[in-house]
């Protein structure tokens, strides 16, 4: 799997001849998804600071559902390796923005 993502991050970089886009940080994200689920999570904190990075300054906010969804990707990464304390600070950057962005706690996503 991991050589599809990389081709498809090799192709999108070429089509947007830049970094900065959201398809690029999706890549990222995807990549990191990929690194985690192995258990190497130094090269998926890696691709997921990338891909935070990017959504930061394509969006130019914090309060975007991408950026809640990096953030939540992070926490996931340091609830896989058992650094529960940490799991929590990205888990609740990434709730504090969805209840920003939804403008409430009952929402259905």
Same mark, same amino acid.
């Given at each position: 799997?991991?050589?599809?993502?990389?081709?498809?991050?090799?192709?999108?970089l070429?089509v947007? &001849?830049?970094?900065?886009?959201?398809? *690029?940080? $999706?890549?990222? @994200? #995807? =990549?990191?998804? /990929?690194?985690? +689920? %192995? !258990?190497?999570?130094?090269?998926?904190?890696?691709?997921?600071?990338?891909?935070?990075?990017?959504q930061?300054?394509?969006? &130019?906010?914090?309060?975007?559902?991408? *950026?809640? $969804?990096?953030? @939540? #990707? =992070?926490?996931? /990464?340091?609830? +896989? %390796? !058992?650094?529960?304390?940490?799991?929590?600070?990205?888990?609740?950057?990434?709730?504090?923005?969805?209840?920003?962005?939804? &403008?409430?706690?009952?929402?259905?996503?």
């Amino acid at each position: 799997a991991l050589q599809y993502y990389q081709k498809d991050l090799e192709i999108s970089l070429k089509v947007y &001849d830049t970094e900065i886009h959201p398809s *690029i940080a $999706t890549s990222y @994200n #995807n =990549i990191g998804l /990929l690194y985690d +689920n %192995k !258990g190497d999570f130094q090269q998926a904190l890696q691709y997921y600071q990338k891909a935070l990075d990017i959504q930061k300054e394509v969006y &130019d906010t914090e309060i975007h559902p991408s *950026i809640a $969804t990096s953030y @939540n #990707n =992070i926490g996931l /990464l340091y609830d +896989n %390796k !058992g650094d529960f304390q940490q799991a929590l600070q990205y888990y609740q950057k990434a709730l504090d923005i969805q209840k920003e962005v939804c &403008d409430t706690e009952i929402h259905p996503s």
